[in-house]
T-cell receptor, first 111, second 113 residues
């Protein structure tokens, strides 16, 4: 069925290195994508979004890449810091204006 | 938390009891949402409201009820019909203009005594 998913359940990264988190989606009609960060016991925090008419968008230390050909979304975090340790999940906006969320990918930053 | 306040932070429910989770926003957003999050799972939509005095069922509405009498408030009641209520409940809001990001509150952890 249609779904939003993440390839890797846990990513361990050395402090200062770059992190890449991947997300696959299967609904070709989705036209808007969001990355969220969720720390333990807190609500999800908006990181960055991208619309389907773009293939790359940059924020502060983060870059989102969208490959519509293979239905793939990625979040790159530059110079990963201990405060980046969290669960990251992607969400896609389907045609009914409702967001579908992936299960999340735990990022652990090693000092 | 972007102007969205959820209370209480922790809530305990006795068997057969109804409990109400509060969600208030001062962002002047038209749309509000309730999600349920279970460990290791993605967010699942319970109810949503795109305008005052109107709301729709999400994917897992059974055992829950909501009201939207004011633009800034969207309380969720977990009824005794919800047999597995233990979860982390998240409220969110958005301007309500179409494809746009949701902004979340800090969540309420509901547990059963």
């Amino acid at each position: 069925g249609e779904n939003v998913g993440l390839h890797l359940p846990t990513l361990s990264v050395q402090e200062g290195d770059n992190s890449i988190i991947n997300c696959a989606y299967s609904n070709s009609a989705s036209d808007y994508f969001i990355w969220y960060k969720q720390e333990s016991g807190k609500g999800p925090q908006f990181i960055i979004d991208i619309r389907s008419n773009m293939d790359k968008r940059q924020g502060q230390r983060v870059t989102v890449l969208l490959n519509k050909t293979v239905k793939h979304l990625s979040l790159q975090i530059a110079a990963t810091q201990p405060g980046d340790s969290a669960v990251y999940f992607c969400a896609e906006m389907r045609g009914n204006n409702r967001l579908a969320f992936g299960k999340g990918n735990q990022v652990v930053v090693i000092p | 938390d972007g102007g969205i306040t959820q209370s209480p932070k922790y809530l305990f429910r006795k068997e057969g009891q109804n409990v109400t989770l509060s969600c208030e926003q001062n962002l002047n957003h038209d749309a509000m949402y309730w999600y349920r999050q279970d460990p290791g799972q993605g967010l699942r939509l319970i109810y949503y409201s795109q305008i005052v005095n109107d709301f729709q069922k999400g994917d897992i509405a059974e055992g829950y009820s909501v009201s939207r009498e004011k633009k800034e408030s969207f309380p969720l009641t977990v009824t005794s019909a919800q047999k597995n209520p233990t979860a982390f409940y998240l409220c969110a809001s958005s301007p309500g203009q179409g494809s746009e990001a949701l902004f979340f509150g800090s969540g309420t952890q509901l547990s059963v005594l």
